[in-house]
């Protein structure tokens, strides 16, 4: 059955109709240095030393190399937690943002592509340069997951030299996009120059186009965190609760993902200055925002159950709950209340996904 996912997209009315002076002079340059530099940085580190586990796990099999390389895949994921809510410029230039993280899945495609490139074994699939050209579902997160975690994953320790071989382009697939979108947001690149210093030939106009896109930023943010990855395993009841409908959780790291997710939306905000910046008259929608993230971000770091079961058992649902709750009270926070605190003027679009 086909499930509508609703992305806000706003889209920005002319800066006359913003009070620029309530936003900082230097409102992207700020927010570069505190969130996105080292994020960008961040996400580069992290898949770099991901490909160099994955090397040794291909030269010498081991289950300690195998745990290195599943440890690695895990701080990945909570690195790309935190870019993913820059959800705008160089993360969704290239369908990067897809290729990367390829969800919401629900007829299965990356699993059913994956498992059949096992079966088939596959040559294309285990070269970074071929892998490139073939389906996205290939190459993503959710793939490597299946690699690293999934039925016969334990075979890694072991040696199974094709799975091994996929798994690092994977990768090394995954560090080039690192790279790319690190590029794409360096001061000489269009979009990351005109972030830090918009102007009337730039691709940013103003800091209002530059605070419209964060709010954008911050609004998709919230709604696919709570529709795409926490409604669908919680399910309508308890009885209802599907843990495997949740992501990454066969490498159990769901919820390290939603709390990377929730902590790089509360810093992406907190970067802004808005919460120090702002008449005492606009500050408290901002003020907020940070304090439901934050609470939502807490209540993760009291789940210990796997994502599988987490869903289903009574405390942890409790707290899963309770986060969709906060989300949803953000968004509402984000769209409506920060919105025309801020002076801006925004209209929406559904659009809708499978």
């Known amino acids: 059955m086909r499930k509508a996912l609703v992305l806000i997209a706003f889209l920005l009315t002319p800066p006359a109709m913003a009070d620029e ?17 080292p994020t960008v940085t961040g996400f580069s580190a992290a898949t770099e030393a991901l490909v160099t ?4 796990l ?3 099999p081991s289950v300690a190399h195998l745990a290195t390389t599943r440890a690695a895949f895990g701080e990945v994921v909570e690195s790309w937690g935190r870019l993913s809510v820059l959800r705008f410029g160089p993360l969704v230039s290239d369908n990067r943002f897809e290729t990367v993280f390829f969800w919401p899945d629900p ?7 994956v498992q059949a490139a096992l079966l088939e074994q596959d040559p294309n699939v285990t070269d970074p340069e071929t892998l490139a050209g073939k ?10 997951d299946y690699l690293l975690a999934g039925t016969d994953a334990e075979m890694l320790a072991t040696g199974d030299a094709h799975r091994c071989a996929y798994a690092r382009a994977v990768a090394v697939m995954l560090s080039r996009h690192a790279h790319a979108i690190a590029a794409g947001w360096s001061e000489d690149a269009p979009i990351g120059g005109s972030f830090r210093d918009p102007g009337e030939d730039g691709y940013f106009r103003s800091q209002t186009e530059v605070m419209g896109e964060l709010v954008k930023a911050l609004l998709t943010g919230v709604d ?4 795409a990855e926490l409604l669908p395993p919680l399910g309508e009841t308890i009885a209802d609760a599907r843990g495997k409908r949740a992501p990454l959780w066969r490498s159990d790291l769901t919820v390290a993902l939603v709390r990377a997710q929730l902590t790089g939306l509360h810093d992406l905000l907190e970067a802004t200055g808005l ?13 907020n925002v940070l304090f439901n993230l934050e609470q939502a971000a807490k209540a993760m770091d009291g789940i210990t159950q796997p994502a599988e079961a987490a869903f289903g058992e009574v405390e942890s649902r409790k707290r899963l709950d309770f986060v969709a709750l906060q989300l949803g ?13 801020l002076g801006l003027a925004m209209g929406f679009n559904a659009l809708d996904g499978d």
């Open 224 to 227: 696919f965190v709570r529709s």
């Open 53 to 56: 586990t994955s090397d040794a």
């Open 329 to 341: 009270y953000s968004s509402t926070a984000i769209g409506e209340d920060m919105t025309a605190s």
């Open 107 to 113: 007829r299965g495609v990356t699993l059913k592509q």
């Open 21 to 37: 002076t309530l936003l900082p002079a230097d409102l992207g340059e700020r927010v570069v240095e505190r969130f996105v530099a």
């Open 275 to 287: 919460n120090e910046s702002l008449p005492d008259a606009n500050v408290s929608p901002v003020r």
């Open 135 to 144: 389906s996205v579902a290939l190459q993503n997160l959710f793939a490597l």
């Open 58 to 60: 291909c030269a010498a």
